[in-house]
């Protein structure tokens, strides 16, 4: 059986933000991800507070987090604080 904390962070890495065709996690937009049994939380940001794509974004990452095998309810949580830059980004990103 696999881990719902690998399958977790696997699925967060298949959400891609479609204007730059990154995955959230390499852009640094998933600030953290918690899992208690079947639940997970998940913090993040966008680029920018009036991104139009935050909605969509937000959707995306918890139908992902929902797909994992063991997790049956799932929080999302935005914040903007601190606010993303692209020094958040990973280095393969770039």
Known sequence: MTDPRDGLLQALRGVVDPET??????????????????????TMTTTSRG?????????GVEAAVLAVPGIDRAEVCL????????????AQAF
């Open 51 to 59: 991104c139009p794509l935050t909605e969509m974004l937000r959707q």
């Open 79 to 90: 914040t903007w604080d601190p606010p993303w830059t692209p020094d958040r980004m990973e």
């Open 21 to 42: 065709g990154r995955d959230l996690m390499a852009m640094g937009m998933i600030y953290e991800a918690r899992l208690s049994g079947g639940f997970a939380q998940v």
